[in-house]
């Protein structure tokens, strides 16, 4: 693990009872963090003048002033800082309207485990990704893909014990689309069941929670996306390409003995890995577009090294950081931020990582106008004993 530095975070609660509670409940990570309270949201703003901090986590019903409105103020002048929201219910406008100005929306009550976890994530990011101009572009991004509704509702039903699984199928039911991709993804071959299923609660129990939240995840980010014509038809190619990444994966995790959790990130990393090239081409518009057409089109030419030259940061590292602001996992992570360069992630036991560079090279191969080379040494290293020559044989014949 990289050395972390010391995080700042602020809270700002108008009620009393609250901020006291918190205080005692991080009085612990007091060497850890530089912590600051306010019980007034004016105050909390005014004192960003002096302080430096990383990270604020704000309730959003104060009389003086809305948790909307102080991180509204706070991502105008201060982008980067990471916004929180902490809230006692989310409806469907407040979860949009939050995610106009906060990274994410934590729901109360909420335990300190919870905080610790979302915080201890946000540290590491920011350790992977020290770019502060990165940040900053980030955190200031007008689109930021909101996390669903129903994946909030859901994550707040199976914290509940006395939720059951007909509860849980009851949530995703609602949504058509989202059943007949989660039909779809238990049906595939890839959970090889010699029955079909046809309903979501025996799909939950085949497949478990964690998958069926990705799978809803990603199919909302894809699917619920307004923008110009030229906009949404980048975005179906990317879709297109991982998908195909997903199904490469799949392929060459079987021929690996992966662990368990691995296995099950390789849905959310598949799919995920180009986040950031969706959420540029929505904020960036044309001038991203430039860039993703020439190095499509021009085979001396490659995105990553064009991003660097006219954006200073890259798409994984855009992906990456909202996969960690989302909460994901640091190997999740580590293979979005790595899939084009994973020599550089100091990391040579990470089978989710070799996995998801060799699928997404595999498909990229696949238009000859792309710049892509293969780092063999580094796949060697991961997959030790395996042929790389003969799992590429494989799994592409497996995927013609
Ligand atoms: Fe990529
Ligand atoms: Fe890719």
């Known amino acids: ?195 079909k299923v046809f309903k979501i609660s025996q799909a939950i129990s085949f497949m478990g929670i964690d998958l069926i939240k990705d799978i809803i995840l990603t199919s909302s980010i894809f699917k619920n996306l307004k923008g110009t014509e030229t906009q949404i038809a980048a975005i179906k190619k990317v879709y297109q390409h991982s998908s195909n990444v997903l199904k490469y994966s799949i392929a060459i995790s079987e021929n690996l003995e992966m662990e368990d959790i691995d296995k099950n990130y390789i849905f959310i990393t598949s799919m995920f890995h180009d986040l950031g090239k969706i959420v540029l081409i929505m904020n960036l518009g044309k001038k991203y577009e430039v860039l993703l057409n020439s190095a499509e089109k021009d085979k001396n030419l490659n995105l990553e090294e064009l991003e660097i030259k006219y954006l200073s940061f890259t798409h994984s590292q855009v992906g990456a950081y909202i996969l960690g602001l989302w909460g994901f996992s640091t190997k999740v992570i580590q293979s979005i931020l790595f899939h084009h360069h994973p020599e550089l992630s100091e990391c040579t036991d990470s089978y989710l990582l070799g996995t998801i560079y060799l699928a997404d090279y595999l498909d990229n191969k696949t238009n000859p106008n792309f710049k892509v080379e293969l780092n063999r040494k580094y796949l060697q290293l991961v997959f030790k004993d395996i042929n790389i020559d003969e799992l590429i044989k494989k799994v592409r014949s497996e995927n013609e």
């Open 1 to 195: 693990m990289k050395e972390i530095s010391r995080l700042r975070i602020m809270f700002v609660d108008d009620e009393l009872s609250v901020i006291k509670s918190l205080k005692r409940t991080f009085r612990k990570y007091d060497k850890e963090w530089k912590m600051y309270f306010f019980t007034n949201p004016l105050e909390a703003f005014e004192s960003l003048k002096e302080n430096n901090v990383d990270v604020i986590i704000t309730d959003m019903k104060m009389p003086e002033e809305t948790g909307f409105e102080l991180l509204s103020k706070v991502k105008k002048k201060y982008p980067g800082i990471i916004r929180i929201i902490l809230t006692g219910y989310a409806n469907k406008e407040l979860i949009y309207s939050s995610f106009e100005v906060a990274h994410q929306l934590l729901i109360k009550p909420i335990s300190a485990e919870s905080i610790i976890a979302v915080v201890t994530q946000i540290n590491i990011i920011n350790t992977y990704i020290k770019n502060k101009e990165l940040q900053n572009v980030i955190n200031n991004l007008s689109y930021l893909p909101p996390l669903p509704e129903i994946y909030l509702e859901l994550s707040k039903k199976i914290k509940d014990p006395e939720s059951s699984l007909n509860d849980l199928a009851k949530i995703i039911s609602r949504d058509p689309s989202l059943i007949a991709d989660i039909l779809k993804m238990v049906n595939s071959a890839y959970f090889g069941l010699s029955n």
